[in-house]
């Protein structure tokens, strides 16, 4: 069934204003806190060589497809590594009715930063001194974001370094510990999102929880929970990490194996949104 650009908008505003009224309905005080970190792979499709996915791209479809695969989890706070144009990603913004940061990429992979909260302050690659041309060639941002009830939460979007040897990824995580340092001692309520390009059995992976970063799949996760590739996961590479008390309050933490976000290997016809899956942690308890 073909669906209008107009059409698809207003229904998905819609049932975002409905389920919001229905959230403010409810006499509860608190409500849990969604968080995605999302390798989009240039909202492209993969893979993007296939006829359909070339297709969705040329008609203007994947902020659309994104938009609506996103909503079905209900986000708060979304992450995207590898980001294509603002434009792009302001589309799936407003479809979604969420604030809108760009991080620039010290190369060609800007991040991106979603929140249906209010965005207070937000610095591309907060370091000390001006970022060395090797470090952070895809992107790292830091952001305070106002949490209902006044509470500030400070979230740091990355995509690290890849390939397997890790001595600029060691080099990136150390500038960025250094950094997190005085808002960890401080123990402000914080979260690491993003595509980190190591697994849990790095040295990389062991410098962070060092530090005082929780692994919230670690936490509360089942099974290996592999976040790449979109059709046989292998590999778990993206995080959402969480340190102070919003550690304390991790009720669910995984890949998201499902919809549009995997590809179905039986279908040679079809593709994913990207070739990673989206890592969802959820908090419970978050003042509203």
Known sequence: MNISRRKFCGTLAASLAVANASSYANDSTTTPLRVIAYNIYGLTGWPKQRSLAKQAVAKGQMA???????????????????????????????????N??????????????????????????????????????????????????GEPLVVHSAHLYPTAEPTVRLK?????????????????????????NHGPDTEEYQLWIDAGWTDTFARVGKGDGPTIKA?????????????GP???????????????????????????????????????????
Do not use: C
């Not at 659309?64 to 990603?89: G, K, Q, V, W, Y």
């Not at 960025?176 to 595509?195: C, N, T, V, Y």
């Not at 059709?231 to 340190?243: E, G, H, S, T």
């Not at 079809?270 to 969802?280: M, N, R, T």
């Open 246 to 288: 919003i550690a304390d309050q991790i009720v669910e933490s995984r890949p998201l194996f499902e919809g549009a976000f995997r590809l179905h290997i039986d279908d040679k016809e079809s593709f994913a949104l990207s070739d990673h899956l989206p890592q969802l942690a959820v908090f419970d308890a978050v003042k509203r």
């Open 64 to 98: 659309r497809r994104m938009a609506m695969e996103l909503a079905l989890h209900e986000p708060d706070i979304i992450n995207f590594s590898e980001s294509p144009s603002e434009e792009l990603t302001q589309e799936v913004a407003k479809l979604l009715g969420m």
């Open 100 to 149: 809108h940061v760009r991080f620039a990429s010290g190369g060609s992979w800007p991040g991106t930063l979603l929140s249906k909260y209010e965005i207070s302050e937000f610095h591309n690659a907060p370091m000390a001194t001006e970022r060395p041309k090797e470090l952070f060639t895809r992107h790292w941002g830091s952001a305070t974001i106002q949490l209902p009830g």
């Open 231 to 243: 059709d046989i996961p292998k590999w778990r590479i993206d995080y959402v990490m969480a340190a």
């Open 172 to 196: 990136e995580i150390r500038v960025m510990l250094e950094s997190m340092k005085p808002d960890l001692d401080a123990g402000r309520s914080m979260l690491l999102i993003g595509d980190l």
